[in-house]
């Protein structure tokens, strides 16, 4: 007895579909790059940088400048994502970001030290247009219009002796920024500070070592005490 023609037919209909469909499953499961090296290339090129530079300025600019200050802290600032897109685009973008943006430095318990990293960063993608009058880092307590190296400082937790005299000889030494207080503050605590800073600032510019002007921290500190109690630690 022979089989229906026309069962036959889709059994081999079926069989070809199946052959016909096999490797377009095996290809599903082969990364896409094994498929077209070539379109995988593509994929991972950033195109951004294929841009006209005028153009490509532009959409930099406007992803990492940002009309608020940027608070820096212990773990350094949140950069933008932009950055992390790949090392050609972070190496074009990192001086736009910490060149033209302004940043406060959020210190806690008047812990400079814990910032340091984030400040060599900073220091390190500093990079002032040919022809600018901005030598460096400019530490403002204000923030009107977009200029060059524009920092603060913004203080957060309780006073601490230990860490403001840290602080200072990070200063003393060029290795941190400094705090220039506003000679119109007349909070007594920012004065304070102000003097302080400002009287070790005379010091180093006549050549006065550190070890010879840390020996009249006592007196400062009985100063600061006979202010504010909290200043004992």
């Not at 026309?6 to 199946?18: E, F, L, T, V």
């Not at 001086?95 to 030290?113: G, H, S, W």
């Not at 500093?126 to 524009?150: C, D, M, T």
């Not at 006549?206 to 007196?219: E, F, H, I, R």
């Amino acid at each position: 007895m022979h089989p229906d023609p026309r069962k036959r037919k889709r059994q081999r209909n079926h069989r070809s579909h199946a052959r016909k469909a096999q490797p377009a499953a095996e290809d599903l499961q082969r990364p896409r790059g094994i498929i077209n090296r070539k379109n995988a290339v593509d994929e991972t090129k950033p195109h951004l940088m294929g841009l006209p530079e005028e153009l490509r300025h532009q959409i930099f600019e406007y992803t990492v400048l940002k009309a608020d200050p940027i608070v820096v802290t212990a773990d350094g600032p949140q950069q933008p994502p932009l950055l992390q897109v790949c090392r050609q685009i972070r190496e074009v973008t990192l001086p736009i970001y910490y060149t033209y943006n302004a940043f406060e430095y959020e210190l806690m318990d008047y812990n400079m030290a814990q910032l340091l990293p984030a400040h060599a960063v900073h220091e390190k993608n500093f990079k002032p247009p040919a022809g600018s009058s901005s030598g460096g880092l400019n530490v403002i307590h204000s923030f009107q219009g977009r200029e060059i190296g524009l920092v603060g400082t913004v203080l957060d937790g309780v006073p601490c002796w230990q860490n403001l005299v840290g602080w200072l000889r990070l200063c003393y030494l060029y290795e941190s920024i400094p705090w220039w207080g506003n000679r119109e503050d007349v909070d007594p605590d920012l004065v304070m500070r102000t003097a302080l800073f400002d009287a070790f600032k005379a010091l180093r510019e006549n050549g006065v070592t550190w070890a010879a002007a840390s020996s009249m921290l006592v007196a400062w500190h009985h100063l600061f005490i006979v202010h504010d109690a909290a200043w004992t630690i």
